[in-house]
Structure formats: C-alpha cells, structure tokens
C-alpha cells in the first residue's frame, strides 16, 4: 500500500518529537533553569504560593497556560496576513498598522503563556521534561523575533521587520505542535483522577477499627482505587491518584486541613477535595462513605450530591 502524504507528515513529525525526547544533554540545562526559578519564587515569600496557584490555573479549574497560548498564536496568525496585504496593496496604508498591532497584541500574550508554561514545566520529568524546554525556547525565540519586529516597524516597515515577525510565527507554530505532543502524549495538565461509573451502590473496603486516623489509606471499591481518612471524628474518601501526574495519594499526608501529593506538595481540601494549592488544577474524584456492622462502606458520590459537604456522609 502506498504512503500517503499525511502518513508521511506524521512520521516525520513522531520522528521530530522522538529526537528531541532523546537529547539528554538538555538534562543540566533543565536542572539549571528549575533551581533558579526556585530561588526566584523563594525571593515572593508568603506570596509564593498564591502566585503559583494563579499561574497555574488552580483557581480556573483546570491549566491557564492553554488558554493563554491562543492569544500570540490568533493574533500573530493575523499580524502574517496584514503583512501579506500590505505587501500585496501599497494603496492601502491600514494594513500595515493593522499588522503592528497585532504583533502588538501577541507579544503580551506571548509574555503571559511563556510565564504560565514555564510555571507548569516546573512539575514535569523525563521525555516531557526535555520536550518542553525545547518547546519553550521555541516560543521565547519567536516572541523575541516579535517584540523586535514590533520595535523596529515604530520607526519604519521593511522586508527585515516583517521576515522577523515571519519566522517568529513560524517558530511559534513549530513550537504548538510540540505542545500538543504534550498535552495528548505526555498527558501534561490533563486530569490524571478515574472518574468511574461504579460503584453506585455501597460496597464494603475496610473495617473501621483498621483504619488509622489522620493518614490516607488505600483500598480497593470494586474496580475503583480510593483514599479513605478519619480525621476528627469523620471519614473522608477520594480517588487515589493525583489530578496532576497520578501520584498514588495514599503515600501523602495531612497538612492544613488538606491532603497532600507526596510528589508535587499539591494540596487539596479534605472536606471538599477542592484543589487548594498547585500543581494540580481539578479536584478529586468524591465517594461516600457510611459504617455498617463495624465497616466502612464506599460509593461513588452521584451528580445530583456533588453539592453535599463531603463532611455530611452518613453513619449507619
């Protein structure tokens, strides 16, 4: 059978990500940049953890850094195209001031989506790990290119400032689909909780005099991994693994009235399974528990409950 071309764009694409995933020499540059952004958010104090949490996107819901990267790719999209008409209509002198604000526009969305990516690529390892630094100084180049280019058309509009802007759009679309691998591939700031369908009914786990208080403890609810904790006098159970990169949180411990990933310190709260610090960005998958005959029985929190304090499960 014959290789068509889209097959061919995507081997050479898988062979591109594949490479860079296997430059270990990028390793000492990575470990460089994290200790120095550590000293940089040690430098915020008290305020480094709300900082942190809005760059995030903990208080969203889910990561800020996608939503932000729309803005230099749409508006830098645009500045290209004003670029091309002003080139192609000389009579027509909007285009080019069109285009510049447009640059404009994307350099400070650029500013924001390099400052959110970096804040996320803190937390990431391995392949990921170098696939993102390359992927972040793909975009640090083509918003450099840009501001430039920006700079430059202030005071005159030539083939120089416009083959600026030009590759620095090009970077930039090299660069998302890079992201894309990490997002669909790597699975970065995708939510790592199950959301099972079972069980809907309570089914027995553990017998209460087992578990210890104040310390998650892992059982198994039918096919589903949860976290059970007593902790004042009430029982609290959530899915095992972590939103951000599935770390088992049944290894974390309590802290401020919250459970915390042994891997990334996230935090969330244990009334509530809210995320209260990142890296994580969702909350965690909620059951409901009740004590029957000496055990403890979990099910799967239904929709119509979500509004329910988790501190309200029932006794029997």
């Known amino acids: 059978m014959a290789v068509t071309p889209e097959q061919r ?3 050479a694409g898988e062979r591109v990500v594949e490479v860079i995933a296997r430059q270990e020499w990028l390793n000492p540059w990575g470990y460089k940049l994290e200790h120095a952004m550590a ?3 040690n430098l915020l104090g008290g305020r480094r953890d709300r900082v942190r949490n809005v760059l995030h996107g903990t208080w ?12 230099p790719l749409g508006a830098w999209t645009m500045a290209f195209a004003f670029d091309c008409l002003d080139v192609r209509s000389r009579e027509h002198a909007h285009f080019a001031p069109a ?36 992927h972040g100084m793909l975009n640090l180049t083509a918003l450099g290119l840009s501001v430039w280019s920006w700079s ?25 689909f890079l992201g894309g691998n990490l997002v669909f ?11 099972p369908l079972e069980p809907r009914e309570f089914v027995p786990v553990l017998f209460e005099s087992e578990l210890v208080d104040e310390r998650p403890q892992h059982v198994r609810a039918g096919d589903a991994d949860v976290i059970l904790v007593r902790s004042g006098g009430r029982l609290y159970a959530y899915g095992e693994h972590c939103p951000h990169l599935g770390a088992p949180l049944s290894d974390g411990w309590l802290s401020d009235g919250g459970i915390v990933c042994p891997w ?8 509530t399974g809210s995320t209260v610090k990142g890296p994580a960005t969702s909350r965690l998958t909620r059951f409901e528990t009740c004590v029957r005959d000496g ?5 799967l929190l239904a929709p119509e409950h979500e509004a329910v304090p988790r501190t309200t499960a029932r006794q029997r």
């Open 185 to 195: 591939r790597e699975r970065i700031g995708v939510d790592r909780t199950e959301h």
């Open 39 to 41: 000293v940089g958010w």
């Open 60 to 71: 969203l819901g889910h990561p800020l850094h996608p939503m932000l990267t729309d803005v």
């Open 295 to 299: 055990r403890i029985e979990v099910r």
């Open 152 to 176: 430059r058309r202030r005071t005159q509009r030539d083939g120089p400032s416009r083959l600026a802007s030009g590759l620095g759009y090009a970077l930039a679309l090299g660069s998302a």
């Open 99 to 134: 285009a510049q604000m447009a640059l404009g526009v994307g350099i400070v969305g650029g500013a924001g989506a390099a400052l959110t990516g970096l804040t996320d690529w803190q937390y990431t390892h391995d392949d990921a790990r170098r696939t993102g630094l390359v």
């Open 264 to 271: 990334h310190g996230a935090r969330f709260e244990l009334s």
């Open 9 to 11: 764009m995507r081997e």
